[in-house]
C-alpha cells in the first residue's frame, strides 16, 4: 500500500490488489476549508491507512511449511510483499551483513551472493544486474526487503495463495507443492517388502510394502513410495480352520521422507474386486469400507489367481472374504489340507483406501501424472 500526502492537503492511497483489481482512492479537501496544518494531514494519512488495511487478511508467510513470526508484519507495495530483512534471511539460513555508510545489504548462501541497497531498483546476483520492480526499503523503523527477489536468488521456491494470502517458500531443494486428493476406495497396488506367515508372524507386527510403479505418473503416489502398517490379525492353522493373516496400513512414506496418515486394507487384484478406470485408476467394486480381505491359506493349488490387470498372474495361498475360507474349510474338510500361509516378499496385491486421502506433490509429478491419466483415457477404446 502507498501513500502519498501534499502539502496541497491531497491525501492520494494506492491499495494493493484486492479482489483481482487495484483500487485508488483520492482525497482533496474543500477549498473553503483553508490550509489544513500537516499534523492534520498526517492523521488522516493515519486514519485512512488504518481503515484500508482493516478489511484486508494479513500477509502470512512460511518456509518449508513452517510459518513465520515478524516483529513487523509483512506488508504489500505495489503488488510486491515485503518482509522484514532479518528474519527472512535467517529463516533461509543466509549470512547477512549491513553496510551503514552505503546503505546496502549483502547476503550469501551457498556460493550465491545477493546485493542490495536501500530505494534501488538494481540489485546483483553473483555480480548480475537484477532489475527489482520495488526496491528494499525502511517501513516502521524495520529494513523491509521483497520476498519473492530474495527466495529465488538464493535457490528458493515461492509459491502465492490468494485465497489465504499466504507466501509460501520452499528451501533447500524441497519444490512448491500442489495438493492431491485420492478418493476413498481407490486401490494402489504394491508388493510385499519381507515375507509373512501365519505361523510365525504375531499381531501388531510391522509389515512394510512399496508402491508398485514402473514409469513416473503411472501410479496414485511417486515412485519409492511405501507404506507401513502392522499384522491386525492372526490365526495359527488347527481347530478345523485354515492359517490366516490380516493387514492394515496407516501411513504413506515418500522418497523424500516425508510422512501421511492413511487408512488402508489388504484386497485382491482380480476382476471380481476391482474395476480399472479408463485413465487407469483402480477402484474397489465393493464399496463397504467395512469389508477387509485375508491372506488364507486354501492347500496346494487352491490358491486364488491375482494380478489380471496387471497382465502378470500371481498365485498366492488365498485372498479371500473374511468368512469365505472358513465356510469353504469347514464344508470341505475332505479335500483341504490344513495349512499356515505364507506370503513371499515379493508378492503383489491391492491396498484399498478406506478415506479420502491428500498429500502435497511436487509440480513435476502432478503433470506426470496428469499427463499419464489423460493418455490413457486417450487410448482407452
Known amino acids: 500500500?502507498?501513500?502519498?500526502?501534499?502539502?496541497?492537503?491531497?491525501?492520494?492511497?494506492?491499495?494493493?490488489?484486492?479482489?483481482?483489481?487495484?483500487?485508488?482512492?483520492?482525497?482533496?479537501?474543500?477549498?473553503?476549508?483553508?490550509?489544513?496544518?500537516?499534523?492534520?494531514?498526517?492523521?488522516?494519512?493515519?486514519?485512512?491507512?488504518?481503515?484500508?488495511?482493516?478489511?484486508?487478511a494479513s500477509i502470512q508467510v512460511e518456509v518449508n511449511g513452517r510459518p513465520l513470526s515478524f516483529r513487523v508484519p509483512p506488508m504489500s507495495v505495489q503488488d510486491r510483499t515485503?518482509?522484514?530483512?532479518?528474519?527472512?534471511?535467517?529463516?533461509?539460513?543466509?549470512?547477512?551483513?549491513?553496510?551503514?555508510?552505503s546503505r546496502t545489504i549483502s547476503a550469501t548462501k551457498d556460493g550465491i551472493a545477493v546485493e542490495l541497497g536501500i530505494g534501488e531498483t538494481n540489485a546483483t546476483v553473483n555480480g548480475q544486474s537484477v532489475l527489482l520492480d520495488v526496491p528494499a526499503m525502511i517501513?516502521?523503523?524495520?529494513?523491509?526487503?521483497?520476498i519473492r527477489f530474495i527466495s529465488e536468488a538464493l535457490g528458493a521456491d515461492v509459491k502465492w495463495s490468494e485465497t489465504t494470502q499466504t507466501v509460501s517458500i520452499f528451501a533447500d531443494h524441497q519444490v512448491a507443492s500442489d495438493v492431491i486428493v485420492i478418493p476413498a476406495g481407490t486401490v494402489i497396488p504394491v508388493t510385499l517388502d519381507r515375507s509373512l506367515s501365519s505361523a510365525t508372524n504375531n499381531r501388531g507386527?510391522?509389515?512394510?510394502?512399496?508402491?508398485?510403479?514402473a514409469q513416473d505418473g503411472d501410479a496414485e503416489f511417486p515412485r519409492g513410495t511405501s507404506f507401513a502398517g502392522i499384522v491386525s490379525d492372526v490365526q495359527r492353522k488347527g481347530a478345523g480352520q485354515p492359517g490366516m493373516l490380516e493387514l492394515t496400513f496407516s501411513i504413506a512414506q515418500f522418497p523424500d521422507g516425508r510422512t501421511v496418515r492413511m487408512a488402508g486394507s489388504v484386497i485382491s487384484l482380480d476382476e471380481k474386486s476391482i474395476t480399472q478406470s479408463s485413465d487407469g485408476r483402480l477402484i474397489?467394486?465393493?464399496?463397504?469400507?467395512?469389508?477387509?480381505?485375508?491372506?488364507?491359506?486354501?492347500g496346494t493349488g487352491a490358491g486364488l489367481i491375482i494380478g489380471q490387470l496387471l497382465h502378470k498372474n500371481l498365485i498366492v495361498g488365498g485372498l479371500l472374504g473374511a468368512g469365505a475360507g472358513y465356510v469353504y474349510s469347514e464344508t470341505r474338510k475332505d479335500k483341504v489340507k490344513l495349512m499356515d500361509v505364507t506370503v513371499p516378499?515379493?508378492?503383489?496385491?491391492?491396498?484399498?483406501?478406506?478415506?479420502?486421502?491428500?498429500?502435497?506433490?511436487?509440480?513435476?509429478?502432478?503433470?506426470?501424472?496428469?499427463?499419464?491419466r489423460r493418455n490413457r483415457s486417450h487410448n482407452t477404446p
Open 82 to 101: 515485503m518482509v522484514p530483512l532479518r528474519e527472512i534471511f535467517e529463516a533461509l539460513n543466509a549470512r547477512v551483513r549491513w553496510n551503514a555508510t
Open 1 to 56: 500500500m502507498k501513500v502519498n500526502c501534499y502539502l496541497s492537503g491531497c491525501v492520494k492511497i494506492l491499495a494493493p490488489r484486492l479482489r483481482e483489481r487495484r483500487n485508488n482512492m483520492t482525497l482533496t479537501r474543500r477549498p473553503s476549508i483553508g490550509k489544513q496544518p500537516l499534523s492534520r494531514i498526517g492523521l488522516l494519512c493515519g486514519l485512512l491507512l488504518s481503515a484500508m488495511t482493516a478489511g484486508m
Open 139 to 146: 517501513l516502521r523503523g524495520s529494513t523491509m526487503v521483497p
Open 284 to 298: 474397489a467394486n465393493n464399496k463397504t469400507s467395512n469389508t477387509h480381505m485375508k491372506f488364507m491359506a486354501m
Open 205 to 213: 507386527d510391522r509389515v512394510r510394502v512399496t508402491v508398485r510403479s
Open 345 to 372: 516378499a515379493g508378492t503383489e496385491f491391492g491396498v484399498r483406501l478406506e478415506q479420502d486421502l491428500m498429500y502435497d506433490a511436487s509440480h513435476d509429478y502432478v503433470t506426470t501424472r496428469g499427463d499419464y
